[in-house]
């Protein structure tokens, strides 16, 4: 007898034909290495080693020590079957001071890097500020709260463009500016740990937006012709609660009014005047010089999507729309702050690239962290990471399938790393990390992504 059931279909459609798939670290979370070659010390090696600021006590000492395992990691990397991958360079390995003199040795490790990933027919995807400022530049200026900061990053991308474009053709400027700037300067719970009043704190964010924007020009002048650049935001992102039209319009405003201190600016050269209405007197000072500089055109942007933000609704009232409170009950992932809402990532990408005339959208990070824990098999069965994924992606390609510009996925994280405030408590990677052995295993979910960059599609 023939059985009743029938496969059905496994997989979704495919991705559009060049759809590039990666996957993302960053500097300090991966680096270790410290105090080699002539490294100086960042924001994070200082608050790190501040008691009492990382849940589990730990730093980025020694962290996966990919400084000398980068190879193996390259590997890691091509056994995904991805064609990038996205890293960071830590601005105190090539200006260990923050400006002024060069370290020669710098840029001796990415080069090598570099040479790894192309031999191994991986493109490189560089950031250039995933959150490591050079304590220098801190303690002198005050870092972001002063613009010199801001021409001092100018320099340091001159220099990376100057030495790396002739291999890296696609560089982000600065990476979660939303995130970096708010718990950073202003809640006190990131590096370097200040609690500055609202004025500073939009001033401090102006500077950022004004080293990227120093950043474009100088990467434009000092790199090879044909450097793609653009920012990694992590995106407010509104999502209509129900997707009426009226709900749809008013999570397009949110969009735009609740990124208007970095993404806006940058897409639009001008803050919002909603948003220099609600500053008031504490927004930020600015010539038009600047904002001209700021909003010099980007040829791509980067998002970096997890946790929707805010569902709202429309509202006939200014300024349009509703934020919803969320039920203490709405389900997250193993970290805390990581609500599941797949559909952000259909969402933020089809307004941003609505409102701001987009036309090349990465998503630059998305991924989850997990238990995680090994079996007694050996393996990792981090069967919610897969769920997440199958959600997310599916509704990336929705997307995609709409038009939405989106050119690539780069998944947060290749492997287990230093996860800021929460030490090596949570693991986001595609392979587990013992950190005292420093063993890579693949988790399952590594299996799950090989399927899916090598079906350009997403099964389940
Ligand atoms: C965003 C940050 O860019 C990255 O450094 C961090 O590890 C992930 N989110 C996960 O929290």
Redesign the pocket.
């Known amino acids: 007898m023939k059985s009743p059931l029938r496969p059905t279909a496994t997989c979704r459609p495919p991705l559009p034909k060049d759809f590039l798939w990666g996957t993302a670290t960053?500097s300090y979370?991966i680096e270790g290495a410290v105090d080699e070659d002539g490294r100086g010390k960042s924001i994070w090696d200082i608050f790190s080693h501040t008691p009492g600021k990382i849940e589990d006590g730990s730093t980025g000492d020694r962290a996966n020590e990919h400084y000398h395992r980068y190879k193996e990691d390259v590997a890691l990397i091509k056994a995904l079957g991805v064609k990038a991958y996205r890293f960071s360079i830590a601005w105190p390995r090539v200006f260990p001071e923050g400006f002024g003199q060069p370290n020669p040795e710098g840029l001796d490790f990415y080069d090598r890097l570099v040479d790894e990933l192309l031999a191994n027919g991986i493109e490189p995807y560089a950031t250039l500020y995933?959150w490591d400022l050079p304590q220098a530049l801190q303690d002198r200026v005050g870092g972001w709260s002063s613009s010199d900061t801001s021409k001092a990053f100018a320099d340091y991308a001159a220099h990376v463009a100057a030495r790396l474009t002739d291999r890296v053709k696609n560089v982000f400027t600065v990476?979660?500016v939303g995130?970096f700037v708010n718990f950073g300067y202003g809640w006190g719970i990131d590096a370097p740990g200040l609690k500055l009043p609202t004025a500073q704190l939009n001033q401090a964010r102006h500077h950022v937006a004004l080293a990227h924007g120093l950043a474009v020009q100088a990467i434009r002048a000092a790199g090879r012709v044909g450097t793609r650049v653009g920012p990694a935001e992590?995106i407010a992102a509104c999502v209509p609660a129900i997707p009426t039209p009226e709900n749809i319009r008013a999570a397009e405003i949110a969009t735009r009014e609740l990124n208007a201190g970095f993404l806006g600016v940058v897409l639009e050269g001008k803050y919002t005047e909603g948003f220099l209405a609600y500053a008031g007197a504490d927004a930020p000072k600015f010539t038009a010089e600047e904002l001209k500089i700021i909003g010099a055109p980007n040829d791509f942007v980067g998002l970096?999507i997890?946790a929707p933000q805010y569902y709202v609704t429309a509202s006939d009232r200014a300024p349009g729309f509703h934020v919803l409170p969320f039920p203490t009950s709405f389900p997250h992932m193993n970290?805390d702050w990581l609500r599941v809402g797949p559909e952000v990532i259909y969402w933020a990408p089809r307004l941003a690239a609505k409102i701001w005339n987009i036309e090349n959208i990465y998503i630059s990070?998305n991924g989850t962290s997990s238990e995680d824990k090994i079996s007694a098999d050996g393996q990792v069965y981090d069967l919610d990471r897969i769920m997440f994924l199958r959600n997310y992606l599916s509704q990336m390609q929705r997307a995609t399938a709409e038009g939405v510009p989106i050119r690539g996925y780069f998944l947060?994280?290749l492997m287990d790393n230093f996860?800021?405030i929460f030490g090596y408590g949570k693991r986001?990677g595609l392979y587990r990390v013992d950190f005292e052995t420093q063993a890579r295993v693949p988790k399952l979910s590594a299996a799950f992504y090989r399927d899916v960059v090598a079906r350009n599609a997403i099964g389940g």
Do not use: D, I
């Open positions: 960053s979370q995933h990476n979660e995130r992590n970096n997890y970290s990070e947060w994280s996860e800021w986001f």
